[in-house]
């Protein structure tokens, strides 16, 4: 596993997942590692955060960033900032009920995102 301060843990076997990830990988600059969970062992996802588990990352992408791990709209708000064109409008998404309407939105990505594949 490549070692670097931050890493994106999604799942590689939804195409619009891949797609978001590839998209996350030329905006951000190669600044994180992105791996599917799919390629990654248990012990392996355990070396990345503690408290990470096959289950936990097939419900939700997760983002770990200096140990610190991010989940699902939490990791995107973190992800913005890495964005050269978004972090200027990352702010936006500390605003107050911001972080819940990201919420109810990722719950339907995943919901409906092999139907957006």
């Not at 590692?33 to 936990?56: A, C, G, N």
């Not at 990791?75 to 890495?82: D, F, G, I």
């Amino acid at each position: 596993m490549q070692s670097q301060n931050a890493v994106l843990v999604y799942d590689g076997n939804c195409g619009f997942c891949t797609r978001l990830a590839k998209s996350i990988r030329e905006k951000t600059n190669d600044q994180i590692t992105i791996v599917s969970f799919h390629k990654l062992t248990d012990i392996e996802l355990q070396s990345i955060h503690k408290q990470l588990s096959r289950d936990l990352c097939a419900g939700e992408v997760q983002l770990i960033e200096s140990g610190i791990r991010f989940p699902g709209f939490f990791a995107v708000r973190q992800l913005s900032w890495k964005m050269d064109k978004y972090k200027y409008f990352s702010f936006l998404l500390y605003l107050p009920f911001v972080p819940f309407l990201g919420m109810g939105i990722m719950y339907l990505l995943k919901r409906y995102r092999i139907k957006l594949s």
